[in-house]
């Protein structure tokens, strides 16, 4: 078995292009250390409808340089089949380690391959590849970012023509044509012949950008912005600075690219701490709002000052603030979410007349809903413009709160104020997640066993109403690894994360609420409830 394992570790590094994780795999053979090289060669990357995602290192099962000149050969071998022999392939990358050596590589196997390929000036916001694709009218699209996984991370996300993320059958079409390459010596990869496109294709992204605004709206309201070591900054601040938005006050430990990620243990706006420097800079300046994107600004997060307090507002949350500010400027066509987020925004559409659909989690699926206008999932994603952008784009959800946030100064009120409103309106919608990482990915297919072979008939006292075993899939949802409760006046969803280590459970009760004046009481029972859900839920999935 070791002898087996090193010399496929041998067979690697003879084909290895990088001299980085040549080094690294020679030191790990020279030492033996079986442990270590079981890690990296016991499989491959797993090739999903998130692409890939992983740790860089040598071998296989990590991030690296033939792993991606691997899947840029399969996505070129699946594009020639689809009958694109000489289309266009844009590829965007971020800064962590490795994003541009990966991008060259891509554009290199596409250009070996008869494709034509183009690549964006530097590191750019994940949204403005989304666009381009649309724009330059490409046939693929690939994204070399890891979004807000943590620095030792790097991952390739592949786009279609429409601009919108691969979904089955593509994504397993593709993965076979990678495991067709049978060596990096039948892939050629001539050193140039592809374009490195200049600012052209950011400048029509940003004038796109204004488009997302009404004309003559209020623009007073002040900002506070982190770019969370990532991509975001430049482009937000041409973005707002074009829109006439006051120039946000930037959280400086954080506006540049750092690929090490060195104020924050996790460069997701959600995890605890993340935001800690945002909210000192907001306590200095006394912004009306606090705006942050993830690394790859696709993601927008938004924190509020409620009462001598900065906190961050929830996913559903913003999703629910910017349905009712596109409903209150007449925005029509369909409004949709993934099954994760909270069902106020179909409580909103229905009042207004307009569609709603739910789809599974994830923008591949909620920019294929048809006749789109508004698009959200609770993990801070938002698609405002999706006939520019068929993804999540944290940059103009960032101008459209700023936009509402405007609008509402200008009558003397705030966001919490308008979620007042909507609570009183519809219900209050109250959101929270139980969210499980870990080390050993068995626990989380153990956990879905016990909730299947011995499912929870209640949960905080509610009945359990209804279980929907989503592997079978429903009328509207194709199959998925989940499983969702409805009880009275409650809903519980859990799932397996897709792109990270995590058993994730998603939880919403709906309070009836007669006045603004019953709100303290229902945001009490609402704690207690989701709270009291969180304990059993756990007990049950034996997490």
Not at 249 to 278: K, R, S, W
């Amino acid at each position: 078995m070791h002898d087996e394992l090193i010399a496929q570790a041998q067979t690697w590094l003879t084909e290895d292009p990088d001299p980085d994780t040549r080094t690294e795999l020679a030191r790990l053979i020279d030492a033996q250390d079986h442990t270590e090289l079981a890690a990296r060669f016991t499989g491959t990357l797993q090739f999903g409808t998130a692409g890939l995602r992983g740790e860089l290192g040598a071998g296989p099962m990590r991030m690296n340089r033939s792993v991606v000149i691997r899947a840029a050969a399969g996505l070129a071998a699946y594009l020639k089949k689809q009958g694109h022999p000489d289309g266009l392939v844009v590829i965007g990358y971020d800064a962590r380690h490795k994003s541009h050596d990966f991008a060259l590589d891509t554009a290199a196997v596409m250009t070996g391959a008869g494709l034509r390929a183009a690549v964006l000036p530097r590191p750019l916001p994940t949204p403005v590849l989304a666009f381009a694709i649309r724009h330059l009218g490409a046939v693929a699209g690939v994204e070399v970012t890891a979004s807000h996984n943590p620095p030792r991370d790097n991952g390739y996300k592949v786009y279609l023509g429409d601009g919108s993320q691969i979904v089955p059958p593509a994504d397993a079409d593709i993965a076979a044509e990678i495991a067709a390459v049978a060596s990096l010596t039948t892939v050629p990869r001539p050193t140039h012949g592809w374009d490195t496109l200049d600012d052209s294709v950011l400048d029509a992204y940003l004038t796109r950008t204004d488009a997302v605004l009404a004309k003559d709206s209020p623009r007073t309201a002040r900002t506070v912005y982190t770019a969370m070591h990532g991509v975001g900054k430049d482009v937000l601040l041409a973005a707002f600075a074009r829109a006439g938005f006051p120039a946000p006050a930037l959280v400086t430990e954080q506006a540049d690219p750092d690929p090490d990620f060195p104020t924050v243990a996790f460069p997701n706006p959600e995890e605890p701490g993340a935001m800690d420097l945002a909210f000192a800079t907001a306590r200095e300046t006394a912004p009306d709002l606090i705006i942050a994107n993830d690394p790859d600004a696709d993601r927008c997060a938004v924190a509020v000052q409620d009462d001598d307090n900065w906190r961050m507002l929830r996913g559903d949350e913003v999703g629910a603030l910017l349905a009712a500010h596109l409903v209150h400027r007449g925005a029509t066509g369909t409004f949709a979410e993934s099954i994760v987020s909270s069902s106020l925004l179909g409580r909103i559409a229905e009042k207004a007349g307009l569609p709603h659909v739910e789809t599974l989690t994830g923008f591949k699926w909620i920019a294929r809903a048809e006749g789109l206008r508004y698009g959200y999932e609770e993990a801070l994603g938002y698609c405002v413009d999706p006939d520019g952008v068929r993804d999540k784009d944290g940059i103009t959800a960032a101008l459209l709160i700023t936009e509402l946030a405007s609008r509402l100064k200008s009558e003397g009120r705030t966001l919490l104020d308008l979620l007042d409103d909507l609570a009183v309106e519809h219900g209050l919608h109250a959101t929270d997640q139980l969210s499980v990482r870990v080390e050993d990915l068995s626990l989380i297919a153990a956990a879905m066993h016990r909730l299947r072979e011995q499912p929870p008939t209640e949960l905080a006292g509610l009945p359990i109403t209804r279980t929907d075993d989503l592997t079978q899939g429903t009328e509207s949802l194709p199959p998925t690894d989940g499983l969702r409760y409805t009880l009275d006046g409650a809903r519980v969803i859990v799932r397996p994360s897709g792109t990270e280590p995590k058993l994730k459970c998603y939880l919403e009760v709906v309070i009836p609420v007669a006045s603004h004046a019953d709100l303290p009481t229902a945001r009490a029972k609402a704690t207690t409830l989701l709270e009291s859900i969180k304990r059993d839920l756990s007990t049950a999935a034996g997490i």
